[in-house]
């Protein structure tokens, strides 16, 4: 997987920009380990889950972008992250997508991975991850597109979000394509207000999922029929 890039259009903007917020974050000590992983959230409390599937780490990406005050795009992705998709008894689906603020990462520089990690953004030592969990919604959903709401909680903040699922192009979004959606949150509604002099208020999240495929796995072990009994011919009397 290539890492996130750092746009180079107007780049002598940016570089200004970014500069203004590494000089206002200081001396920071360097990179610390991604947290470790958290117990999985649980689903809508009543709803009975009939199976989970977990995320393809070979397709699945979780990318987010801002602007800064000139109007260029910073952009970061979460490459460690955890999740599934729930298939409930009454046939619908619900999402739930971790993602560790730990291990963030923006462009190809540590100074601003760590900025991002830091106390003026993500906050990753208090808040170690973002959360969202989708309310349960139409199985068809990842073909048909549309809105995909459910409970985002960011930075110690917990609010219901609307993303956006773009329609599929194959059959079975999700199996045999990816699952797209698209969604903008602000920093202010988070608390997010870390250089405000140089960023943008609207932080978009793009997650781009597929899900494990159970078409290779093996099937299991099939129980042979018992064997017929066997008779034993009665002895002739004497």
């Known amino acids: 997987m290539s890492p996130p890039r750092l746009r180079s259009r107007g780049a002598t903007s ?5 500069a203004l917020l590494a000089g206002a974050a200081g001396a920071q000590p360097a990179l610390a380990p991604p947290p470790a992983a958290a117990p999985p959230a649980a689903p809508t409390p009543g709803a009975r889950v009939l199976s989970q599937t977990g995320f393809d780490p070979q397709h699945t990406r979780f990318s987010f972008e801002l602007r800064t005050r000139w109007g260029q795009k910073v952009e970061g992705q979460f490459p460690r992250y955890d999740g599934e998709v729930s298939v409930l008894a009454d046939g619908r689906h619900q999402v739930r997508i971790r993602l560790a603020t730990g291990a963030v990462v923006v462009g190809d520089s540590e100074r601003y991975t760590r900025m991002a990690r830091g106390d003026r953004f993500f906050a990753a030592e208090r808040y170690p991850y973002i959360e969202f969990l989708s309310e349960p919604h139409p199985a068809d959903l990842a073909r048909t597109g549309g809105a995909l709401r459910g409970r985002l909680t960011l930075h110690g903040i917990s609010r219901m979000e609307t ?4 329609p599929g192009v194959c059959a079975h979004p999700g199996e045999d394509c990816d699952a797209i959606a698209h969604g903008s949150v602000s920093r202010d509604d988070y608390a997010l207000d870390g250089w405000q002099f140089a960023l943008g208020d609207r932080v978009r999240f793009t997650m781009q999922v597929r899900l494990i495929s159970t078409q290779n796995k ?11 009994l066997e008779t034993v011919p009665a002895r002739p009397e004497r």
């Open 218 to 228: 093996p099937s299991p072990p099939r129980t042979p029929p018992p064997r017929p």
């Open 163 to 166: 993303f956006v699922l773009t």
């Open 14 to 18: 940016l570089s200004f920009a970014l």
